[in-house]
């Protein structure tokens, strides 16, 4: 099974300012294949970044993906009100599924 | 527009059987390369991921519940169905079923999901 940990568990940030957020698997994920999504409370979950670096259709640019391996992040450029939520990343490169215990991005 | 939605019991006892159906829209489970997935997620917790089904009836399981579930399809009414045998309070939580396209295992479109709660 392919453990991905998130971090930080917390991040504190201000509208406007960017966020960096990372996944790091315990091993290589195959083809890089990492999604990203997002959840807000009482919400399902919304894909943004699929196979680390593609936006998800209707997914703003300020949203991107990166990395390879066993390092993947998620940047936020410009956090506009709305983004403020829990992240969550997930492989799919092996056939067991597993997803980060996720990195919930709060207004300082 | 893809949609679809999680349907079952609120409350199940312990030791007792879980049925939840998958109902979804706009898009065909006779699909080449599509699936339907399960996932759940404890109150307050990170989610996580029980099972999927292929266009093509293959099926696979997480092996910490892969005893206790079973999934099965029904494409003419365009639903999937979950079981999860011999329930237990950790089994509590908010269950969603979700797509995937193209062959991909990450998930695109998903339910509402449902919240279920084992307890006596």
């Known amino acids: 099974e392919i453990v991905l940990t998130q971090s930080p568990g917390t991040l504190s940030l201000s509208p406007g300012e960017r966020a960096t957020l990372s996944c790091r698997a315990s091993q290589s994920v195959a083809n890089s294949y990492v999604a990203w999504y997002q959840q807000k409370p009482g919400h399902s979950p919304r894909l943004l970044i699929y196979a680390a670096s593609s936006r998800a259709s209707g997914i703003p640019d300020r949203f991107s993906g990166s990395g390879s391996g066993t390092d993947f992040t998620l940047t936020i450029i410009r956090l506009e009100p709305e983004d403020f939520a829990v992240y969550y990343c997930q492989q799919y490169g092996s056939s067991l599924i597993t997803f980060g215990q996720g990195t919930r991005l709060e207004t300082k | 527009q893809i949609t679809l939605k999680e349907s079952g019991p609120t409350l199940v006892k312990p030791t007792q059987t879980l049925t939840l159906t998958c109902t979804f829209s706009?898009?065909?489970?006779?699909?080449?390369?599509?699936?339907v997935g399960w996932i759940r997620q404890p109150p307050g917790k990170a989610l996580e991921w029980l099972a999927v089904i292929y266009w093509d009836d293959d099926k696979r399981y997480n092996p910490s519940l892969k005893s206790r579930i079973t999934l099965t399809k029904d494409t003419s009414k365009n639903q999937v169905v979950l079981t999860v045998t011999n329930t237990d309070p950790v089994d509590s939580g908010t269950y969603y079923c979700?797509?995937?396209?193209?062959?991909?295992?990450?998930?695109?479109?998903w339910g509402q999901g449902t919240l279920v709660t084992v307890s006596s």
């Open positions: 979700a797509r995937s396209a193209a062959v991909s295992r990450y998930f695109d479109s």
């Open positions: 706009g898009f065909s489970l006779n699909t080449s390369g599509v699936s």
